[in-house]
């Protein structure tokens, strides 16, 4: 029997439709299985140590996750596109810098060294795409070698010193430690990364901006046959990303009240075991903010309950190590299955 057209375009639909239905139950299943290995690894702390699950612990963990967490936000994008990003680490330490010195040594007002420090990282990102996009370096490459000129930079422009911020009256109290809600235990620097969680989800599934970045990742090469500019979308993804890098940089100035021109390096390499983990591919083309976000709270809950149970700090980098490793591994046995 002759399949006609419209049967031939039905059983392409319905083969469409149902591999994508396919992958949806799969990045469902991976961010379940992220969520309960956090929920195994604060059950397994809470017994181990009472302090654990204090409140004020509990606010802790939460507090620490907003670096990271804003970080692999960005490099979410990133990584969908098949890329990787390596300078968010030092080009967060950068834009804390640049923060502290527009609002101290420029004497800008608090909210416009602020948006300074976040404009700063996206400037990070656009360098970083132009190299990756219009010069074709490859990603590891370019963010390598603005990872070094990031924490160069953050030297020269501090001159090796602190900047502290003390003198900024609300800096810290509204990005950082201050509380907004009565009652709650919560800081403010919490509540900014679940807005930004937010702000990026709605971008990476409701936008134009997503659905490219999805599709570079997925087939860079199709996506330029169906008109799409792939060398403009990926320069905007990596501003965009950079973004979160600059948002980072300004919690981290806050939390501080200080910049700190030597910090920042292997803070990506936890960003990125935070994105694997929840379930996005170095392969490019899935991923999630949700999978992101439960992957970054339990690289927190790691390091939290290590101290709590007073592991030594080189025995927590191994564990650290050993975590990135395993959701590399995973990754890799993800997309063996994914190709069978």
């Known amino acids: 029997m002759t399949l006609t057209k419209e049967d031939a375009q039905s059983a392409t639909v319905a083969s469409y439709k149902k591999s994508e239905l396919n992958t949806r139950i799969r990045a469902s299943f991976q961010q379940l299985l992220a969520f309960a290995s956090l929920l195994a690894l604060v059950l397994f702390f809470s017994v181990a140590s009472s302090n654990f699950y204090q409140a004020a612990n509990l606010s802790n963990i939460l507090l620490s996750t907003v670096v990271t967490g804003l970080l692999a936000l960005g490099t979410t994008f990133v990584i969908i596109t098949g890329g990787i990003d390596l300078s968010i680490g030092t080009g967060m330490t950068l834009c804390s810098v640049m923060t502290a010195y527009f609002m101290t040594q420029l004497g800008l007002p ?138 980072a940089g300004v919690i981290a100035a806050a939390r501080l009240n200080s910049a700190q021109p030597a910090g920042g390096m292997g803070l990506e390499l936890q960003a990125i075991a935070a994105v694997v983990i929840g379930g996005t591919s170095l392969a490019g083309g899935k991923g999630s903010i949700i999978g992101t976000v439960i992957g970054a709270l339990i690289m927190s809950v790691l390091t939290n309950g290590l101290s709590i149970m007073s592991i030594p700090q080189e025995w927590q980098q191994v564990a650290v190590g050993v975590v990135i490793l395993l959701a590399v591994y995973l990754d890799m046995v993800r997309r063996k299955k994914t190709v069978k």
Request: hydrophobic content about 55%; charged content about 5%.
């Open 110 to 247: 608090m909210i416009v060294g602020v948006l300074g420090g976040v404009l700063f990282g996206a400037l990070i990102g656009c360098t970083n795409g132009f190299f990756v996009a219009v010069l074709k370096i490859p990603s590891f490459i370019a963010t390598l070698a603005m990872m070094m000129v990031a924490a160069g930079l953050a030297l020269v422009i501090s001159g090796t010193k602190p900047i502290y911020t003390n003198e900024v009256e609300g800096f810290q109290s509204i990005f950082a430690l201050g509380k907004s809600i009565p009652g709650l235990v919560i800081p403010n620097a919490v509540f900014i990364l679940f807005a930004a969680a937010i702000v990026a989800g709605v971008v990476l599934s409701k936008t134009v901006l997503g659905r490219y970045t999805y599709s570079i990742g997925s087939n860079e090469q199709a996506t330029a046959l169906s008109g799409v500019n792939v060398t403009k979308w990926t320069v905007m993804i990596y501003t965009f990303a950079g973004a979160f890098t600059g948002l």
